[in-house]
C-alpha cells in the first residue's frame, strides 16, 4: 500500500501541491486526471522522490520513505516524451534497470525477451531508440517500466505523444500489463475518456489539490463540487445559473418543473451543470426547459457534431450525434431535460446528480 | 503567349554566380593557373606540367611543415575538445549565471587572430611581460623566441585560449537540448554521474561534437597568425606550419609555381581530412536515420 498523507510542496509563495491524501493499493490502477498545471507532474514527482514534500508524510508498505532516495525506492517511471538512452539498443535500453540492480545474465535475458514480447519489440532488439518510431520507442520505455519489478509504476501522460491508433491499443493494454506485477500504477492525464476507459479509480485535480478520489466511474457520475465536473468532462460541462421555485426551475425567463425527486431540494439559486450531449437540438418527449440561443460555431468530426451556442452571458457546447447542418449565426431552441441537470450550490457543491446514475455510485 | 520554358532563371542566378566567381572560382584557378606554369615576371609563362606538384611532394620542406600542422592540429583537438565538454558540463543550466557565462565565454570568440597573438606575445615576453617576467621570476626558464618548446607550449596556450570556448558553447548548446526527464530517469534508475555522462550527455552531444572537432580541425590546421605575430615561424623552423611556409615561398621567395602547388595540396588535404573526420564520425553514430522509421 502506498499512502500520501497531507503532503504539500510550497514554491516560494505558492503552493503548487496543497494538502493532498491518497491511498492506494496494490495492484490498483489510479488516475490522476487535471488539466495542464493542475500539479500533476508535481505529485507524480514528489511520489518518486524527485522532489521533497514541504509538508506531510509518504508511506510505502507501513514506513515512510521520506528519507529514502529515489534511487532506492524501486520505482519506475514513463514520461510523455520518449525516454531512452539513446547509444543503447533497445535490448540494452530493456535490460539498464536489472544491469543496475545487478542479475544475473541469463536472468535478464529471459526478461528483456518475454517484455519485448509483450510489448512486440522482438524484432527491434538491435536497435537503437532513434530508429524506432515513436510507439515503439515508447514501447521500449514502457517494457523498461516493466521489466524492473517496480513496486510503484508512474505513468506521466505515456501516451499524448502518440497517434490515435497506437493509443487506443495501449491504453487497452498497458493497465493489463502492469496488473500482473502487483504494483501500484498511477497513471496522469488531461484526458476525462482516457480515465474512463482505463477504469480503476480517478483522482481529480485541480490547483494543486485533490478535489475528488474514488473509481472513475462513481466520480464521473457523482463528482462532489463544480471543479471535479468540470474536469471530468470534455467538452467541459455546460453551466447555467437557475431559480428554484416550488417545482420548477426558471432561467432567464423560462420555466420547466422538475422531476419528482428534485421538487424537494431546498428554494433558491443553483449552479447547473448539463453535459454537452444533454443539450439537445431536436424537441424530446419530455418536458424540457426550452432556450433560444444563437449558433456561434460548429465542429463535425464525422459521427459528432459540436454546436457552440450563446446565449446571453453563457456559452455552451452541445454534442450531438451525426452531422447537423446548421447555419452560424442562426438562433435556435436547444432543449434541456432538468433530469440531466447537476445541481450545486453557492459554494459549489454538488446537491444533486440526475437520478438515473445514483446507483452506479460504487 | 505561354511558354511553359524560358531563360528567366539564368538571370536570377547570375548575381549569385558573379559573386561567387569573384569570391571564390577565379582565385582558385589563377592558383590552378600558376601551379601548371613557370614565370619569371614579365607576364611571361611556360608550361610546366605537375612538375610543381613533383617538387612539392617530394621535398623535405613540405612535409616538414606538414607533420607540424598534424601535430598541432592532434594536440589542439585533444585538449580543447576534452576541456570544452567539462567546462560545458560545469556551466549552470539556468538561473542568472547563464548569460553572464555565455558572455564570458563568447569574449574570446571576439578578438580577432592577430590581437591575440599580440596579446600572448606581449604577456609572454620575459622582460616586460606579465606571464613571462613571473616565470622568470619563479626560476623557470621560459622564451618563445629562442626554445622551440616554449614557443609551441606559448601558441597551443593561445589556441586554447581563443578557441576552446567554441567547444564549450556547441557542447552547451547540445546539454542545455536534453529534456529534464532524461536526467529524472537516470536518477530513479540510480544511474551514476559517470554513467548519465556516458550513456545520455555524450550520446546527445554527438552531433554538436562533430561539428566542434572538424571545425576546430579546419581551422587549426590553417594556423597562421599566431605563429606570424609570435616568432614568424621561429625560433629555426620550429613553428613553419604549411601555411607560414607557403607565405615564404609565395611572397618571400617569389616561387609563384610551387607555392601555388603546394596551396593546393595544402587545400586539398584540409578537404580530404574533413571529409574522412565527417564520414568516420557520421558513420560511429549508430543512429543513422536512413536505416530505419523516423518520425
Known amino acids: 500500500m502506498f499512502e500520501l498523507k497531507n503532503i504539500s510542496k510550497k514554491v516560494g509563495d505558492g503552493y503548487h501541491i496543497r494538502d493532498v491524501s491518497l491511498r492506494l493499493e496494490k495492484g490498483s490502477l489510479n488516475v490522476l486526471l487535471g488539466p495542464t498545471l493542475s500539479g500533476k507532474t508535481t505529485l507524480m514527482r514528489l511520489m518518486a522522490g524527485l522532489d521533497k514534500p514541504t509538508e506531510g508524510d509518504i508511506i510505502f508498505n507501513g514506513e515512510s520513505v521520506l528519507g529514502v532516495p529515489v534511487q532506492k525506492r524501486n520505482i519506475a517511471m514513463v514520461y510523455q516524451q520518449f525516454i531512452n538512452y539513446p547509444a543503447m539498443t533497445v535490448y540494452e535500453n530493456i535490460a539498464s534497470p536489472m544491469r543496475i540492480s545487478g542479475l544475473s545474465k541469463s536472468d535478464i535475458d529471459k526478461k528483456v525477451r518475454s517484455a519485448a514480447e509483450l510489448m512486440k519489440l522482438s524484432e527491434f532488439l538491435d536497435r537503437t531508440p532513434l530508429n524506432l518510431s515513436g510507439g515503439q520507442q515508447q514501447r521500449t520505455a514502457l517494457a523498461r517500466a516493466l521489466v524492473k519489478g517496480a513496486e510503484l509504476v508512474l505513468l506521466d501522460e505515456p501516451l499524448a505523444n502518440l497517434d490515435y491508433k497506437l493509443r487506443e491499443e495501449l491504453r487497452v493494454e498497458l493497465p493489463r500489463l502492469f496488473a500482473e506485477t502487483g504494483a501500484v500504477l498511477v497513471y496522469a492525464t488531461t484526458e476525462p475518456h482516457e480515465a474512463l476507459l482505463l477504469g480503476g479509480n480517478t483522482a481529480t485535480l485541480s490547483e494543486g489539490r485533490i478535489t475528488q478520489f474514488g473509481k472513475s466511474i462513481s466520480v464521473h457520475n457523482n463528482p462532489v463540487d463544480l471543479s471535479t465536473a468540470q474536469i471530468f468532462s470534455d467538452p467541459p460541462m455546460n453551466m447555467l445559473n437557475v431559480k428554484k421555485s416550488n417545482g420548477e426551475i426558471e432561467f432567464e425567463g423560462e420555466k420547466a418543473s422538475l422531476p419528482q425527486e428534485l421538487v424537494s431540494l431546498p428554494d433558491g439559486n443553483y449552479k447547473v451543470g448539463v453535459r454537452p450531449h444533454h443539450i439537445q437540438l431536436v424537441k424530446p418527449s419530455e418536458d424540457t426547459l426550452t432556450v433560444t440561443a444563437k449558433i456561434a460555431t460548429t465542429e463535425i468530426t464525422g459521427s459528432e457534431s459540436f454546436i457552440h451556442i450563446e446565449k446571453s452571458d453563457y456559452q455552451w457546447v452541445a454534442l450531438t450525434h451525426g452531422v447537423h447542418r446548421v447555419d452560424i449565426g442562426e438562433t435556435v431552441p436547444v432543449y434541456l431535460n432538468p433530469s440531466d441537470f447537476f445541481f450545486f450550490d453557492g459554494h459549489d457543491k454538488l446537491v444533486a446528480s440526475p437520478a438515473r446514475l445514483q446507483g452506479e455510485n460504487n | ?295
Open chain 2, 1 to 295: 503567349m505561354d511558354k511553359p520554358f524560358n531563360n528567366k532563371a539564368w538571370f536570377l542566378v547570375l548575381p549569385v554566380f558573379i559573386l561567387v566567381a569573384i569570391s571564390a572560382i577565379i582565385p582558385l584557378m589563377t592558383v590552378v593557373n600558376y601551379s601548371v606554369q613557370d614565370t619569371f615576371g614579365n607576364n611571361q609563362f611556360f608550361w610546366a606540367g605537375t612538375e610543381w606538384f613533383v617538387e612539392v611532394l617530394h621535398s623535405q620542406r613540405f612535409w616538414d611543415a606538414f607533420l607540424k600542422n598534424i601535430a598541432f592540429s592532434a594536440t589542439i583537438l585533444v585538449i580543447e575538445i576534452p576541456l570544452g565538454i567539462v567546462i560545458a558540463l560545469s556551466m549552470p543550466k539556468r538561473g542568472i549565471w547563464v548569460p553572464f557565462c555565455l558572455v564570458l565565454m563568447s569574449l574570446p570568440l571576439l578578438i580577432p587572430w592577430n590581437v591575440v597573438g599580440t596579446i600572448w606575445q606581449v604577456f609572454g615576453r620575459a622582460d616586460i611581460g606579465l606571464l613571462g617576467y613571473f616565470l622568470d621570476w619563479l626560476g623557470i626558464s621560459y622564451n618563445y623566441a629562442t626554445n622551440a618548446v616554449d614557443a609551441w607550449i606559448t601558441i597551443i596556450i593561445m589556441d586554447v585560449w581563443h578557441w576552446t570556448s567554441l567547444v564549450v558553447l556547441l557542447s552547451y548548446a547540445g546539454l542545455v537540448s536534453i529534456p529534464e526527464a532524461y536526467y529524472q530517469a537516470a536518477r530513479i534508475d540510480g544511474a551514476s554521474k559517470w554513467k548519465v555522462f556516458r550513456y545520455i550527455q555524450l550520446p546527445k552531444m554527438n552531433r554538436v561534437l562533430l561539428i566542434a572537432v572538424l571545425l576546430r580541425f579546419m581551422d587549426s590546421f590553417m594556423v597562421y597568425t599566431e605563429p606570424f605575430v609570435l616568432t614568424g615561424g621561429g625560433p629555426g623552423n620550429s613553428t613553419t606550419f604549411l601555411s607560414i611556409d607557403l607565405v615564404k615561398m609565395a611572397i618571400g621567395q617569389f616561387d609563384l609555381g610551387p607555392a601555388a602547388a603546394m596551396s593546393l595540396v595544402y587545400f586539398l588535404v584540409v578537404l580530404l581530412v574533413s571529409w574522412v573526420f565527417f564520414t568516420v564520425m557520421t558513420n560511429l553514430d549508430a543512429d543513422a536515420p536512413e536505416k530505419g522509421v523516423q518520425d
